[in-house]
C-alpha cells in the first residue's frame, strides 16, 4: 500500500496542512493561530483529517498565559518545553519549566500549564486521543491565581469553557519567538 503525500495550502499567514497523508511541516513558514486567552497554537494536524491516534501541537505562551483550564484526562500526555519558562500546575503544586524540560503526564493528573519568564515560551504538546475520552476539570486554588481554573467542578469541557471566548485570528509568529 502506498501512502500519498498531504496537500498542503499557503496562506498569507503562513502554510497549513489540509488533508490526510504524510507530510513534513516546518514551522518556521507554519500558520500560527492566537487566542484571545490561551497564547497561540501552531496546529501541526489538519484540522479537516486529525491524527487517528495522537494529538500534537506547538503552543506558545507569553507570562501569564495558561494554555487551556486545570484538567485530568484518562490518556497521558507529554510536554516538552522547546524555548523560554513555563510554571506548570500540576496537582495543586507549581513547578517552574525551562527550555527542554519534559513533564510526562500520566492518565489522571490533573495539570496546567501556564507562560511564565519575561518573554513567550514555546512548549510541544504530545496526547493520546481516545475514541471516548474521559475528562474532568476540578476547582484548584493554585490554578485559579492563572485564570485557569473552573469554579464548580464539571467533567464537561463545554460547561468548563462556557463564558471563555475562543475567537482566534491567523498570526506569523517569529521562531523561536523573541
Known amino acids: ?26 514551522l518556521e513558514g507554519a500558520l500560527a493561530v492566537r487566542f484571545q486567552q490561551g497564547g497561540a497554537l501552531y496546529p501541526l494536524e489538519p484540522r479537516e483529517a486529525p491524527f487517528r491516534d495522537i494529538g500534537v501541537n506547538v503552543r506558545v505562551l507569553w507570562p501569564g498565559d495558561a494554555n487551556g483550564l486545570y484538567h485530568h484526562e484518562d490518556a497521558q500526555e507529554g510536554f516538552l518545553v ?28 490533573r495539570h496546567i500549564v501556564v507562560g511564565a519568564g519575561d518573554s513567550p515560551c514555546v512548549v510541544l504538546m504530545i496526547g493520546a486521543r481516545r475514541e471516548q475520552e474521559t475528562l474532568g476539570y476540578p476547582v484548584s486554588a493554585v490554578a485559579a491565581k492563572y485564570g485557569a481554573s473552573v469554579s464548580k467542578e464539571t467533567s464537561d469541557p463545554d460547561e468548563a469553557y462556557a463564558g471563555r471566548p475562543d475567537d482566534f485570528e491567523p498570526v506569523r509568529l517569529p521562531w523561536p519567538p523573541a
Not at 1 to 26: D, K
Not at 82 to 103: A, I, S, T
Open 1 to 26: 500500500m502506498r501512502v500519498e503525500e498531504a496537500h498542503a495550502e499557503e496562506t498569507p499567514y503562513g502554510r497549513y496542512i489540509t488533508s490526510e497523508g504524510w507530510f513534513v511541516h516546518n
Open 82 to 109: 522547546l524555548f523560554g519558562e513555563c510554571l506548570l500546575v500540576v496537582e495543586e503544586q507549581e513547578r517552574p519549566l525551562r527550555q527542554w524540560d519534559y513533564f510526562h503526564c500520566a492518565p489522571g493528573t
